[in-house]
Nanobody
Framework: EVQLQASGGGLVQPGGSLRLSCAPS????????MSWFREAPGKGREWVSF????????PYADSVKGRFTISRDNAKNVVYLEMNSLKPEDTAMYSC????????????????????WGQGTQVTVSS
């Protein structure tokens, strides 16, 4: 079965750091562009960041720019999201998603550009 699984979430104090991981089963991540999204209670799903298959194109949402870093290790078949200087407003369920195109078609922040979503991992930023 083709799946994605996010891990690495937890409870952290404001200003702290976490590193999330996204690992697949049933396919290789090295063939796909990927994104991280998050969903806070009472809010819609928000795009966080995107990474192309080579790791050379990594746009970010303005709300996380300069604090979060997306990366990938194709040999290990994993995509990461390094989160620093965390704020209470970063509290959300974080999930990874597989870009549906085999070529770059833009619109990386649109939910309908993704055809596989992983189980999320909860990040809570609180003192």
């Amino acid at each position: 079965e083709v799946q994605l699984q996010a891990s690495g979430g937890g409870l952290v104090q404001p200003g702290g750091s976490l590193r999330l991981s996204c690992a697949p089963s049933g396919f290789s991540l090295s063939n796909y562009d990927m994104s991280w999204f998050r969903e806070a209670p009472g809010k819609g799903r928000e795009w966080v960041s995107f990474i192309n298959v080579y790791g050379g194109y990594t746009p970010y949402a303005d709300s996380v720019k300069g604090r979060f870093t997306i990366s990938r290790d194709n040999a290990k078949n994993v995509v990461y999201l390094e989160m620093n200087s965390l704020k209470p407003e970063d509290t959300a369920m974080y999930s990874c998603a597989r870009y549906r195109h085999s070529y770059f078609a833009g619109q990386v922040s649109s939910l309908d550009q993704y055809n596989l979503w992983g189980q999320g991992t909860q990040v809570t930023v609180s003192s």
